[in-house]
């Protein structure tokens, strides 16, 4: 069964940092680009972040762009998400997406918790 599984949310001051991951298994990981989205309470799931397949590309939502950092491990099938200088605003589930490189198949995680707050 294809699993998408997050980790690394927290409770964090703002101005601080934080370090998503989403391991992938059951799936031929490389095949597939990587996003984060997330969802803050009453709001829509909004895109945050992407990276291809090889991780030759990113690109960032503008509202991130600057401080958050996509990558990932194609030997640990895993990609990650570094949050710098966080808000209070960015407070919200984060999920992350797979997305073949060619066929309309994508799969997504459960999501991990992130809340900025003093």
């Known amino acids: 069964q294809v699993q998408l599984v997050e980790s690394g949310g927290d409770l964090v001051q703002p101005g601080g940092s934080l370090r998503l991951s989403c391991a992938a298994s059951?799936?031929?990981?490389?095949?597939?680009?990587m996003s984060w989205y997330r969802q803050a309470p009453g709001l829509e799931r909004e895109f945050v972040a992407t990276?291809?397949?090889?991780?030759?590309?990113?690109n960032y939502a503008e509202s991130v762009n600057g401080r958050f950092t996509i990558s990932r491990d194609n030997v640990k099938n895993t990609a990650y998400l570094q949050m710098n200088s966080l808000k209070p605003e960015d407070t919200a589930v984060y999920y992350c997406?797979?997305?073949?490189?060619?066929?309309?198949?994508?799969?997504w995680g459960q999501g991990t918790q992130v809340t900025v707050s003093s």
């Open positions: 059951k799936f031929t990981f490389s095949n597939y680009a």
């Open positions: 990276i291809t397949s090889d991780g030759s590309s990113t």
């Open positions: 997406k797979a997305k073949h490189r060619f066929l309309k198949l994508d799969y």
